[in-house]
């Protein structure tokens, strides 16, 4: 759940500064409360997958045992893109990557922190999850897109 909840209650409609600030981030938590029938219905394989290219990263790369900062923030800004929106359980995930289920509760941990202190980290989590729902079967012969 997006935590700009709090202002929706609030008069969103005024012109002034704290209106339009209130009004913006209404905006942007509308645009993160994607039903999930607007998502696609992928494995955690399938969206471990279609995540990695994304980003940049392979699913061999994701399951390896690396510790680079690109492929930890890949793991991170998956989990929780999997687990928060699209309805992946943790299990799933940590046994697609070959990883623990207890290092993926903190890869989603981390990753929660960091959304926290760094404003420009939900913008990245908003991007991969768009970018996955557009992703489409010629980058991935697998899945269904």
Excluded: W
């Excluded at 029938?37 to 790369?61: I, K, N, Y």
């Excluded at 990753?111 to 996955?132: F, K, M, P, Q, S």
């Amino acid at each position: 759940m997006p935590c700009f909840v709090f202002f929706l209650g609030s008069s969103l409609g005024s012109r002034s500064a704290s209106g339009k600030i209130e009004l913006g981030h209404r905006r942007r938590a509308q645009r993160e409360a994607k039903s999930p029938e607007d998502r696609p219905r992928l494995s955690a394989e399938e969206f471990l997958v279609r995540g990695g290219t994304v980003l940049g990263v392979g699913l061999d790369e994701l399951q390896s045992r690396q510790r680079q900062p690109c492929v930890v923030h890949a793991r991170e800004a998956l989990a929780v893109v999997g687990v928060e929106r699209y309805g992946l359980r943790v299990v799933d995930i940590a046994r697609a990557i070959r990883k623990s289920p207890d290092g993926i509760s903190k890869a989603i941990a981390r990753a929660n922190r960091r959304r926290l202190e760094d404003h420009g980290y939900l913008d990245t989590l908003n991007r991969v999850d768009a970018d996955i729902a557009k992703y489409r079967d010629k980058y991935y012969k697998g899945g269904k897109a």
